[in-house]
């Protein structure tokens, strides 16, 4: 498996030479951005085509070249340069410098003109963490830092922020992990679990009969009448059967966007146009028909958006991760039509691909080097569904990795919501600064 073997190529042999790799680009107001000649393929250094992947330094907090460096790491969701509230909390304890690294194919550092399948390949969570082990040596070598390095990641990025520091903890003295499901999973029905405890047992049997109704109608419908409705609802870029049913959960947003309340209180089993009038809310306001899977089909969709990489980040879920949300058997809100079968049709439509990925087999390489690491402390958030991939103090057996669990918070909101000295997140605030403080002394 050819992603397995770059990481531990660089994990036995160290860094290439860089000499000469880094540029400097502009001065910001508080930041300095820079651009890295980052290696294209891992595997061929020495014949690799480069791309220009961005990074963002701050100074201000440092004292001298000898100071600590946060490195905050940007995953498929991107940051705009933009360090968070943890990050720059534990850069402003340690007096550190801070540096923030795009992640190759998000935002602006992208390799190709379009995410063609061919292009993609290049896209992997072994390229990723050799990228931020090429940044690392090129900015302590060219801008000539000498202090302890500590890595920052939340979800995704939370990922490379522990392999990163289980796979060379001669580079990266310790790791924080905020909300990173470390461990792939190719189906997680969990998910829809967690969205219908969060509507509530009223308002799921409020909208379950309507969703039931929605997907025969979707499935078996005539063409002229599934076209008819497909409009009725405002599906412009969404044309396919599919597609539709996979617009129809829309709850998800909802959820995130804290609706929950509104919505519920709308909805009643014996009218569906209050249903009917959220979906189509929904696709006009939550850009769900933009980012439909008929579009993530589009090699073009890069022009589309380059602040969340949802073609990109597909590619990831169906080539390495899973997390692929199907409906859960019998007390969830997700059309049933979201299933396996389903998810392998989208990934051999989309990319190719003739099998869904074999995630105990990432696993075996990854996590089984994480479990066996130190100095990682991975931050699980109470009301996020992907804190049963992460290690937490349920599940943790080894001593070397600390482990928080913030009880009512949500995916990634503790690296936000954390106040200048971790005050907003109470005594869990105050633990990830004292780990911060231990690895960058």
């Excluded at 969205?195 to 109608?217: D, K, M, N, T, Y």
């Excluded at 949500?410 to 605030?429: K, N, V």
Aim: aromatic letters at 10%.
């Amino acid at each position: 498996m050819k992603v397995l073997s770059i990481v531990l190529a660089f994990a036995l042999f160290g860094p290439m030479a860089i000499a000469g790799d880094l540029s400097f680009l502009r001065q910001g107001e508080q930041m300095e951005e820079w651009a890295i000649a980052q290696v294209l393929d891992h595997d061929n250094p020495s014949s690799s085509p480069r791309f220009e992947q961005k990074i963002y330094l701050y100074q201000g907090f440092a004292k001298a070249l000898s100071s600590p460096v946060i490195l905050q790491i940007c995953g498929e969701e991107g940051c705009d340069g933009v360090p968070t509230a943890a990050a720059i909390a534990a850069a402003t304890q340690a007096e550190a410098f801070l540096l923030v690294v795009e992640h190759r194919f998000y935002e602006s550092s992208q390799p190709f003109a379009d995410l063609s399948t061919e292009n993609l390949r290049f896209l992997s969570t072994a390229a990723a963490v050799n990228d931020l082990i090429r940044v690392i040596e090129a900015v302590k070598t060219e801008l000539r830092l000498t202090g302890k390095w500590l890595s920052v990641g939340c979800s995704y990025a939370g990922n490379l922020s522990a392999y990163l520091r289980a796979f060379r903890p001669d580079l990266v003295n310790g790791a924080i992990a905020a909300s990173a499901p470390v461990q792939a999973e190719l189906l997680v029905p969990h998910f829809d679990t967690y969205l219908a405890s969060v509507l509530g047992p009223e308002c799921v049997a409020a909208i379950r009969p309507h969703i039931q109704a929605l997907e025969a109608f979707i499935q078996t419908a005539s063409e002229e009448d599934f076209e008819k409705f497909r409009l009725s609802i405002g599906l412009q870029i969404t044309k396919s059967r599919e597609g539709v049913l996979d617009a129809l959960h829309f709850t998800p947003a909802l959820v995130r966007d804290g609706l929950v309340g509104d919505f519920c209180r709308s909805q009643s089993a014996n009218d569906i146009q209050p249903y009917l009038a959220w979906w189509k809310w929904s696709l006009a306001n939550k850009s769900l028909d933009r980012f439909s899977i008929e579009s993530i089909m589009d090699p073009s969709f890069v022009t589309v958006d380059l602040s969340f990489g949802v073609r990109q980040w597909w590619w990831q879920m169906c080539t390495e991760y899973g997390y692929l949300q199907v409906a859960a058997s019998t007390n969830g809100v997700a059309p049933q039509r979201l299933n396996e079968e389903f998810y392998a049709n989208f990934c051999r439509e989309a990319f190719g691909l003739e099998q869904l990925p074999d995630t105990n087999r990432f696993n075996e390489f990854y996590l089984s080097r994480v479990k066996q690491s130190d100095r990682i402390l991975f931050v699980a958030s109470e009301d996020d569904p992907y804190s049963k991939l992460t290690i937490t103090p349920e599940n943790n057996t080894n001593p070397g990795l600390r482990t928080l669990l913030i009880p009512g918070d949500s995916h990634c909101s503790a690296m936000q919501d954390f106040g200048s000295e971790g005050e907003a997140l109470g005594p869990q605030g105050r633990a990830i600064l004292e780990a911060v403080a231990e690895w960058t002394r």
